[in-house]
């Protein structure tokens, strides 16, 4: 036998219909927006194909480039990415996917950005940064109603129009966000960048910002303290008399993962900012913004358990070990099962939070259940992402820790959204300040998690123990992220029993409420339905 004939090898999975995916596509429906799905199924099969792969990849592999000056000295303050990233960028706002539903007004609006966010996001994750913090934008600008009024269309425009011009002679824009500080990190309120008030009605702002992602944004909103208190500001990055602003790039992070998208230091030599909400009131007003970005940190961590489980399936059914296909091998159908399990319950709940936000504006209780449903799901399924790719990762065995399979990228990038927006501690104490300062949000999430009160004992009894839990208060902080776990796993145990398939909500409830559990993935007990729950992932 030749030495280099080769056999036993998997296909690639390119091209590959991203859409297809069940639990994703029956919440659309579910939630009200069934009307997009030819654009999903369209977004589904471009992401997954040679071109938008091959975008993805190139991107990655070519990171963003920082130039601080001209071959002439002039300070120019400008990244230059590989071309590809502007063709990623070109499809995520020509689909909506940044500020378009907020001037869309058909039902279930952000329901269907979800759905395409998370679709597209299969391509790559790095760009869906400044896609989403432009989408996050645009709650907190309407504080300030000429700002608004002004910028609102453009950056809900579906033009990509890409290069430092001044923000209204452009056809679309795009908007970041810049708030933590070396010292501060989280503890926004520990920022120390100063915001002096000037007679035309703008801020001189003074400091240094330690993490910007997406510099070459057209705006940013970002923190500082006015006489007033900590405030919030706009401040684009060229001025309305057409110079540049003084946002002075002193570096790009060299980061773990998220390499196709620029994150940098920002110095704020004398710039210019207009307040945005009151003075004092920066962190209720930036709020807003950040909760719409922790919504895509959930999308984004669903995105990749998906896309973990839909590389470990195919390459499981392809390759041969011990005789036999491995998605024969009972342990790896054990482990595999388990992450389809994983991956429904994060695509099913961050479904209902995408329907939360469509109908908050106009129903209380849905406001209410938005708030504390995003911050314990944050909590959660950010915290999964990275051991669920670990896993996707091992089912390739050596090949799966080689850059060619895709896999250590996904790996690499899994823990960033337990990160951005808020750290686990944070994430975790942000869901007891909600119950704490809005009882009404304890309602809604028990409301909400009883409509599947009846049908799985082992759901049921973890409903009661959540209720154990939060009637003692007892050193409640320093149990913040078992009673946010268990919440978090109920609130998805009951979207599966409600809305999902009953071979996948048994074994999620059987499992993750049972006891009959490991604690690594692979460990489900034994009589689950492995067939059934492993057709939801064959691609």
Not at 172 to 181: H, N
Not at 266 to 280: F, K, M, R
Request: proline share 5%; aromatic share 8%.
């Amino acid at each position: 036998m030749p030495t280099h004939e080769v056999f036993n090898q998997v296909p690639p999975l390119v091209p590959f219909d991203f859409s297809r995916n069940p639990a994703l596509l029956e919440g659309l429906h579910r939630e009200g927006a069934g009307w997009a799905e030819p654009e999903v199924r369209e977004l589904g099969a471009l992401a997954g194909g040679f071109e938008a792969q091959e975008w993805g990849r190139l991107t990655n592999e070519y990171p963003p480039v920082l130039r601080t000056h001209d071959r002439y000295g002039h300070r120019v303050d400008e990244v230059e990415f590989h071309p590809h990233w502007h063709r990623l960028m070109e499809v995520a706002v020509a689909h909506g996917l940044h500020g378009s539903p907020w001037v869309d007004d058909r039902p279930g609006a952000h329901v269907a950005r979800a759905a395409k966010f998370y679709t597209w996001g299969f391509a790559d994750a790095g760009h869906m940064c400044p896609i989403s913090m432009t989408y996050a934008v645009i709650p907190a600008l309407r504080h300030n109603r000429e700002l608004s009024q002004r910028f609102e269309p453009l950056l809900a425009s579906r033009v990509y129009d890409y290069g430092l011009r001044e923000p209204s002679t452009k056809a679309g824009l795009i908007a970041g966000m810049s708030m933590t500080e070396k010292q501060g990190g989280s503890d926004v309120r520990a920022n120390t960048t100063t915001a002096t008030p000037r007679p035309d009605g703008s801020y001189r702002i003074v400091g240094h910002k330690w993490f910007t992602s997406a510099p070459m944004s057209d705006m940013f909103l970002t923190l500082a303290q006015a006489p007033g208190g900590l405030s919030c500001f706009l401040l684009p990055r060229v001025l309305p008399d057409g110079t540049r602003n003084s946002l002075r790039l002193q570096r790009l992070k060299d980061k773990l993962g998220n390499k196709s998208n620029a994150s940098s230091e920002i110095e704020y030599e004398d710039a210019v900012g207009w307040l945005v909400g009151a003075e004092g009131a920066g962190v209720k007003t930036i709020i807003e913004m950040v909760n719409m970005t922790r919504l895509d940190c959930v999308i984004g961590s669903a995105t990749g358990m998906r896309a973990g489980v839909v590389h470990a399936v195919h390459h499981a059914r392809h390759r041969k070990a011990f005789g036999a296909a491995l998605i024969d091998q009972p342990g790896m159908r054990n482990v595999l099962a388990d992450l389809v399990l994983e991956s429904e319950a994060a695509t099913t709940v961050m479904m209902r939070l995408a329907g939360a936000t469509d109908r908050a504006s106009t129903d209380p209780a849905e406001a209410a259940l938005r708030r504390i449903a995003l911050a314990v799901t944050k909590y959660w399924v950010c915290k999964r992402a990275p051991m669920h790719a670990a896993e996707a990762l091992e089912c390739f065995g050596g090949n799966g820790y080689v850059e060619e399979s895709g896999m250590p990228r996904l790996y690499r990038e899994a823990p960033l959204m337990s990160i951005w927006e808020g750290s686990g501690n944070v994430a975790a104490l942000d869901a007891l300040r909600a119950m704490g300062r809005q009882p009404e949000t304890v309602e809604a999430y028990f409301t909400e998690v009883s409509l599947a009160r009846g049908a799985n004992h082992h759901l049921d009894d973890a409903i009661d123990r959540i209720g154990k839990e939060l009637t003692d208060l007892t050193d409640i902080e320093y149990r913040a992220r078992r009673v946010v776990e268990l919440m978090a796993l109920v609130l998805q145990g009951a979207q599966l029993v409600r809305h999902g398939h009953a071979a996948v909500a048994d074994a999620f409830c059987a499992s993750r409420f049972g006891g009959d559990w490991g604690i690594a993935f692979g460990t489900l007990p034994v009589g689950v339905d492995t067939d059934a729950i492993l057709e939801r992932a064959f691609v």
